[in-house]
Nanobody, 121 residues
Framework: QVQLVESGGGLVQPGGSLRLSCAASGSILSINSMAWYRQDPGKERELVARISSGGTTNYADSVKGRFTISRDNAKNTVYLQMDGLKPEDTAVYYC???????????????WGQGTQVTVSS
């Protein structure tokens, strides 16, 4: 079994910063890529940022220059540093991992439970 556990969400004023963390645990053979998605009520879940096993990153246009994704491979953990937060960044943020379990041949997609980020004055 593989689990992704997020932390770091909360309430912040516009222009503020938050750092999200997501730790993967369980019978993990390898992690291909990890990512952060977000979802507003009534909207589709959207990709915020992704980082490959080699460290290549890509970002949604709406967060480029404000958000930074990073990972600690030794800890199976991915981070999302969010600076210059705007009210439109308010959403539930979900961690996503393409993870190969021990004994498996190929990776499967796993999701965290989500953490609420609210940007409001």
């Amino acid at each position: 079994q593989v689990q992704l556990v997020e932390s770091g969400g909360g309430l912040v004023q516009p222009g503020g910063s938050l750092r999200l963390s997501c730790a993967a645990s369980g019978s993990i053979l390898s992690i291909n890529s990890m990512a952060w998605y977000r979802q507003d009520p009534g909207k589709e879940r959207e990709l915020v940022a992704r980082i490959s096993s080699g460290g290549t990153t890509n970002y949604a246009d709406s967060v480029k220059g404000r958000f930074t994704i990073s990972r600690d491979n030794a800890k199976n953990t991915v981070y999302l540093q969010m600076d210059g937060l705007k009210p439109e960044d308010t959403a539930v943020y979900y961690c996503n991992g393409r993870i190969t379990r021990s004994g498996a041949i190929y990776w499967s997609v796993y999701w965290g439970q989500g953490t609420q980020v609210t940007v409001s004055s």
